[in-house]
């Protein structure tokens, strides 16, 4: 369990991670990184200290000292250091591997491959979570640790299952204490197998239990210490999902939350949908999204300075504070373009915390992450089959300019869902029975819900429901039947008068593709009776082609399948999808999919806007709101293109966006005093327009903040 010790410091403090390599040991200036982290604004500095190896005199056998060590305690000097300047110490640990030396005295630590053979990276050999090494060794380490220095914080690096992309674990511990617990054996990678699937599961477990077991430590040693493991969410499925890293189930286990995101991974959005899903998830605890100066492949080079802002913004945009991970900057050779920049970035961040921090969001749309779905439906597609539906959906509500959350598919509840006007289910395939209770419990009380493709289809191990939640909602039932791998089909508009086809004038056709499923609805729709958006069979030469010579490119049936059921459900309502507006939204950059998407939340009864953007651009948008306060964050996405490399889009510079027209919904009884933009650093007029506050925003770069105060306000 968390500790009651109070440990509110992260929930405003800017934080550096900064790597020790085994050579720094010697040569490494105590007051020069001190003032380096002291340019960056920081309230706290984490740095090497314990793992693979130490930089201060352990005693602790089996952990060796740094090469270079001799006799300094860098530890005691860069805590003495850190203090002079009122920095916090955070200690970083890594407990991913060991040395072949220890390999060959305690072979048991180790994880195995299948043949029963160490797995080696950089001369070292990788450790098991549930062997002695984690269990025993790592626990004597950090108790060292606590007990001999004040540090604030524990951070621990790269602690889950097969890091560094090595394979699956196959120790006697893995194996015995999954049987134990299954009364199976270690099962190969098969989605298809149940086995597989608990296995994978079992991992998940496994890395929460020994976070449990540090926490209980460190709340026995030095309870005043925060235990901040670090971990990652979503787009980074192909390293926590065989890591064992779901932040839902060590949450628990742990003081505080730090989610990563590397630049290894290429959607621009990442930081802010990592910052949503940990607001949300525990908001009374602090902690921070770190991103790394640099690039994932060259630790020395620096990401551009445009890119850099744009993705801390997001992160401050959501009130979660925005941390940075350096790596070499003691070399000869480093690039040092994006640090100026990125010490300016943070010096606003800090001056500005209070506009941030201790609010809530002022967002009436959620959407559902379900990791379930992205490893029991995805499987070994997890991109295809799931991820990119909630990318789509993500995306839809940044284009269509809809403020937005996100909650855990893990946790819903009816409490948690009934703060919103409208939540969306972007193919949440695998979802509990506790969690398909409170969806039904929040549509039926009135709550708005839209589902794409196979959402609720599944309980959480992806086993199929004898009744889908569809089905339980609006008597939604499936024929057996999916069109899969469609191209060049449409949509026909049939009732273009109907809310959900707000926005297509001029058109009457919308494009397909992807997969289908055939359903049937209680009155017959599709039986009949049309639906304001029908289905166009591929119009192709060849079945499964996508083309078509263009003499014959003939449309030669509209059919009355409906491509969006929309009913009332008790007091609410539910439209849903039997395709995939999301995935082909995203993979394609279809608005017209984005603007289908976002009309169907607006039909929620009663809906208005939180907030109008008038103007170009593609703008993430963020409203925090306090009783005295609103705060509205735009962050610029609109750059120039650059060649597709197949890792990843490089944000070079960003086209600046000028005289946006912003229309924010008034809360009840609140009047407007002062706007003031944070990085502009000057107040803009705002004005009353019936329910709303307009104002106009002269220019955006990478990001600009709005705070709104109240007629009174401080």
Known sequence: MTSHIDHSWLKHSLVMIMTLREGDAGTWDAEKMADFAQSFS??????????????????????????????????????????????????????????????????????????????????????????????????????????????????????????????????GVCRS????????????????????????????????????????????????????????????????????????????????????????????????????????????KGGGITVSYFLPWWRFYAVPAAENRMWAGQIMAQGVMPWIHVTGYQETHFDKRGLDSLRATFARFRANRDTYLDNRSGAEVALVYSRHSLDNIGQQDPTGRYLDHFRGAYNAMMDQRVPFDILSGHRLSLEALKRYRAV????????????????????????????????????????????????RLAGITQTGVTWTNLRAAYGVIRDPDNPLMAGFEGTDLIPVAGDIVFVRTPDGEGDGKTAPLTLVPPVEGEVGSGISVPEFNVIKHVTDYPMVVDRPVGEGRVVYFPWQPDLIGFRYGLRDLFRLLANAVKAADGFQDVLRVTGPGLVDLALLRREDRLVLSLINFSSPGSFNTGQRRIIEELVPLHDLVIDIRAPEGFEAGTARLVFAERDIPVERQGAYLRLTLPKLEAMETIEIRGAGAA
């Open 177 to 284: 204490k999954f049987r134990a617990r299954t009364g199976k054996a270690l099962p190969a990678e098969n989605w298809g197998d149940e086995t597989w699937r608990q296995y994978n599961e079992w991992r998940y477990e496994c890395i929460a239990e020994w976070n449990a077991e540090v926490q209980a430590l460190k709340n026995r040693v030095r309870p005043e210490a925060a235990w901040i493991p670090l971990s990652q969410v979503a787009e980074s499925w192909d390293h926590s999902r065989v890591g064992g890293w779901d932040l839902d189930y060590t949450e628990p286990h742990q003081d505080g939350i730090v989610l990563e995101a590397q630049r290894r991974y290429a959607n621009m959005f990442w930081p802010g949908l990592e910052a949503r899903y940990m607001r949300d998830l525990a908001p009374e």
């Open 42 to 171: 920081l309230d706290a500095l984490g740095f090497s200290v314990g793992g693979i190896v130490a930089f201060y005199p352990t005693q602790v056998k089996h952990h060796p000292r740094a090469a270079t060590l001799g006799d300094r305690d860098l530890a005691a000097e860069m805590i003495a250091a850190l203090k002079k300047r009122d920095i916090r110490p955070v200690a970083r640990i890594d407990p991913s591997m060991a040395s072949r030396k220890l390999y060959e005295e305690r072979p048991e630590w180790f994880a195995q491959d299948k043949n029963g053979k160490p797995i080696g990276v950089h001369g070292h050999f990788i450790t098991c979570p549930n062997g002695g090494y984690y269990r025993d060794f790592m626990m004597r380490v950090i108790e060292e640790m606590l007990t001999r220095y004040p540090f604030d914080a524990v951070w621990a690096n790269a602690a889950q299952f097969s890091p560094w992309h090595t394979p699956q674990c196959h120790c």
């Open 424 to 471: 969306v289910l972007p193919n949440a395939a695998c979802l509990s029975d506790a969690a398909c209770d409170a969806l039904e419990a929040y549509v039926r009380g009135g709550g708005h819900l839209v589902a794409t493709h196979l959402s609720g289809n599944f309980d959480a191990l992806g086993n199929p429901r004898a009744q889908t939640l569809l089905g």
